[in-house]
């Protein structure tokens, strides 16, 4: 069984940048896209960013886009979250995941097949990300 684990959440400043880990516990687990989602209190699951390791194609949501940057090593089993300017809204715990799924079409189809959350199959616990105005 694959674990995610995450670490580096924490309290931040509006404003202010934080950076976030995740590592696959399975030195032979082969992922093709690794990505980040988050939840706020009383609020859904939603897409944050992934990144694509046979092609390194990035994907963001448009509410990070520009302050946010995911990047990693697929040797190591590794993705990271880094954040800036960040806002109270972005408050959440955050989740990494990671898909076996490949899809291939129109940019927009795989987009979409590659930010939902139900097309993941590997989840970390989650860590929490507090940003104080």
């Known amino acids: 069984q694959v674990r995610l684990v995450e670490s580096g959440g924490g309290l931040v400043q509006a404003g202010g940048s934080h950076s976030l880990s995740c590592i696959a516990s399975k030195p032979t687990f082969s992922s093709n896209t690794m990505g980040w989602f988050r939840q706020a209190p009383g609020g859904e699951r939603e897409f944050v960013a992934a990144i694509r390791w046979n092609s390194g194609t990035t994907y963001y949501a448009d509410s990070v886009e520009g302050r946010f940057t995911i990047s990693g090593d697929n040797a190591k089993i590794t993705v990271n979250l880094t954040m800036n300017n960040l806002k109270p809204e972005d408050t959440a715990l955050y989740y990494c995941?990671?898909?076996?799924?490949?899809?291939?079409?129109?940019?927009?189809?795989?987009?979409?097949?590659?930010?939902?959350?139900?097309?993941?199959?590997?989840w970390g616990q989650g860590t929490q990300v507090t940003v104080s105005s």
């Open positions: 995941a990671a898909t076996l799924g490949y899809w291939s079409g129109s940019p927009a189809y795989t987009k979409a097949a590659y930010t939902t959350a139900a097309n993941y199959n590997y």
